[in-house]
């Protein structure tokens, strides 16, 4: 069971953590706990599944990487493990993914691919290709960034 206090943490947890060297020490005086009680909860909070992962959201345009463009490669069903696991381990793809097929878009798998330039998203691309041997694929670039925040799971309302 989840007290008020431990509520109150994780909304704090969901968020960006503070920009400074002991960041749950900042979050601990926010809640009235110790440094070592809020690394234990969260710690705890992971174990018990209230927290599935903590992670990092770079804002890539904030540190040079201007370019990014969404992969879609027609993979064929009987390789979608196989060639979604070779995608992942490509460091420039923040993302992959397997979705359904629809009519008149063949693509079932996809990469956020980053880059300084297209150009490099582009031999990125390429380089995917080559090692999972998808060829039909193609390259969506991102023209501006409307959104980007993580998911929220309580609010203040909860």
């Given at each position: 069971m989840l007290t008020e206090t431990d509520k109150k943490?994780?909304?704090l947890l969901q968020d960006d953590l503070p920009v400074v060297s002991r960041p749950f020490a900042a979050?601990?005086?926010?809640?009235?706990?110790?440094?070592?009680?809020?690394?234990a909860r969260a710690r705890r909070y992971h174990e018990e599944g209230q927290m599935r992962r903590f992670g990092v959201a770079l804002r890539h345009r904030e540190v040079g990487f201007t370019a990014n463009g969404m992969?879609?490669?027609d993979v064929p069903e009987?390789?979608?493990?196989?060639?979604g696991r070779i995608m992942a381990t490509f460091p420039e793809?923040?993302?992959?993914?397997?979705?359904?097929?629809?009519?008149?878009?063949?693509?079932?798998?996809?990469?956020?691919?980053?880059?300084?330039?297209?150009?490099?998203?582009?031999?990125?691309?390429?380089?995917i290709s080559a090692a999972t041997g998808i060829t039909n694929y193609r390259l969506l670039f991102s023209t501006e960034e409307l959104k980007k925040t993580s998911m929220r799971y309580f609010t203040e309302e909860a």
């Open positions: 943490l994780i909304r979050l601990a005086e926010q809640v009235g706990l110790t440094e070592e009680d809020v690394i992969g879609c490669w009987e390789r979608a493990e196989e060639v793809a923040s993302h992959c993914y397997q979705r359904p097929r629809f009519d008149g878009w063949p693509y079932s798998h996809f990469t956020m691919i980053h880059g300084e330039s297209r150009e490099d998203c582009e031999a990125v691309a390429r380089r």
